[in-house]
T-cell receptor, first 112, second 107 residues
Framework: DGGITQSPKYLFRKEGQNVTLSCEQN?????MYWYRQDPGQGLRLIYY???????QKGDIAEGYSVSREKKESFPLTVTSAQKNPTAFYLC???????????FGQGTRLTVV | KNEVEQSPQNLTAQEGEFITINCSYS?????LHWLQQHPGGGIVSLFM???GKKKHGRLIATINIQEKHSSLHITASHPRDSAVYIC?????????FGAGTRLTVKP
């Protein structure tokens, strides 16, 4: 079955460590997105990529980095520069030019 | 002010009740989405619409482009409908999200 897979579902890290969240899709979608969700707030865009080897900053990119070396994969690294990394992170993908988006199951990151 | 506003923030209903969740937006859009997020966190797309009305089972979504307003209705609500419902709009190349409405349906 086609879909988006995020792993792991829960992730714990010590403060000051970088951590990478995985997002893989087998839908052959060109565009992929990373969102952050905090309690009581809507999802906010961190980074997006519309094509392999290219990505753009979203509204809250500071403290995050991404890569898009393969069409299927769009990993997100939460760096030690991110001041409040504890959050729920969602990955999404879509066909370029289409308004329809597909979401992963999310990764809940807790930094202690 | 958020570009996408939802109301109410929280909603508790008894099983069988008719439920309405509202969404207002302030930007030009190409499409509006209603999403459902279960306690585990994963998001499922319920509807994508750009005009009129769509129905799927007990769920109905409507949109009024002139008034920049959409509603999600659930008929004959059931405890399994308990979830967070999120309104999102397509603006240019990305989506803008409401904060969500947490629905609890009690048996």
């Amino acid at each position: 079955d086609g879909g988006i897979t995020q792993s792991p579902k829960y992730l714990f890290r010590k403060e000051g460590q970088n951590v990478t969240l995985s997002c893989e899709q087998n839908l052959n979608h060109d565009a992929m997105y990373w969102y952050r969700q905090d309690p009581g707030q809507g999802l906010r865009l961190i980074y997006y990529s519309q094509i392999v080897n290219d990505f753009q900053k979203g509204d809250i990119a500071e403290g995050y980095s991404v890569s898009r070396e393969k069409k299927e994969s769009f990993p997100l690294t939460v760096t030690s520069a991110q001041k409040n990394p504890t959050a729920f992170y969602l990955c999404a993908s879509s066909i370029q030019g289409s308004a329809e988006a597909f979401f992963g199951q999310g990764t809940r990151l807790t930094v202690v | 002010k958020n570009e996408v506003e939802q109301s109410p923030q929280n909603l508790t209903a008894q099983e069988g009740e008719f439920i309405t969740i509202n969404c207002s937006y302030s930007v030009g859009i190409s499409a509006l989405h209603w999403l459902q997020q279960h306690p585990g966190g994963g998001i499922v797309s319920l509807f994508m619409l750009s005009s009129g009305k769509k129905k799927h089972g007990r769920l109905i979504a409507t949109i009024n482009i002139q008034e920049k307003h959409s509603s999600l209705h659930i008929t004959a609500s059931h405890p399994r409908d308990s979830a967070v419902y999120i309104c999102a709009v397509n603006k240019n190349n990305d989506m803008r999200f409401g904060a969500g409405t947490r629905l609890t349906v009690k048996p």
